[in-house]
C-alpha cells in the first residue's frame, strides 16, 4: 500500500510559479507511476501530468505542456511539478496518484487507472 502526502499550492497571481510535491511511503515507490490530476469547481476531474516509474517518460495535457513540468526523486520517494506562467484557468485542486508501473514505460491518464490518491492541494491564480 502506497500513502500519498502533498504539499504546495497556495495562492499566485497570474504569470507566477508554485510547485507541489507529493510524497509517498513505502519502499516501493520506485515501481508506481505517477499522475497528476485537477479539479476545478463545477467541472470533472482532468489529466494534467504523469512521469513513470523510471522518471524517463513524461506526459502532459495540451493545457499545461511547455508550462508544467514534472520530475520524481526515488531516493526522496518524491514526485514534484514545477507550474510556471500560471493562468486563472490553472485554479482547481491538484492531486496526486500513484498504480503499479506497467509491463511497457508508458504513462496512465484515466484517474480511474490509479488505485492510491493524495489528499488534494487548492491552487488559485488571481488575475
Known amino acids: 500500500q502506497v500513502q500519498l502526502v502533498q504539499s504546495g499550492g497556495g495562492l499566485v497571481q497570474v504569470g507566477g510559479s508554485l510547485r507541489l510535491s507529493c510524497a509517498a511511503s513505502g519502499p516501493t515507490f520506485s515501481n508506481y507511476d505517477i499522475g497528476w490530476f485537477r479539479q476545478a469547481p463545477g467541472k470533472d476531474r482532468e489529466f494534467v501530468a504523469a512521469i513513470t516509474w523510471s522518471g524517463k517518460t513524461t506526459y502532459y495535457a495540451d493545457a499545461v505542456k511547455g508550462r508544467f513540468a514534472v520530475s520524481r526523486d526515488n531516493a526522496k520517494f518524491t514526485v514534484y511539478m514545477q507550474m510556471n506562467s500560471l493562468k486563472p484557468g490553472d485554479t482547481a485542486v491538484y492531486s496526486c496518484?500513484?498504480?503499479?508501473?506497467?509491463?511497457?514505460?508508458?504513462?496512465?491518464?484515466?484517474?480511474?487507472?490509479?488505485?492510491?490518491w493524495g489528499q488534494g492541494s487548492q491552487v488559485t491564480v488571481s488575475s
Open positions: 496518484a500513484a498504480r503499479r508501473a506497467g509491463l511497457v514505460d508508458a504513462p496512465f491518464l484515466l484517474p480511474v487507472q490509479y488505485d492510491y
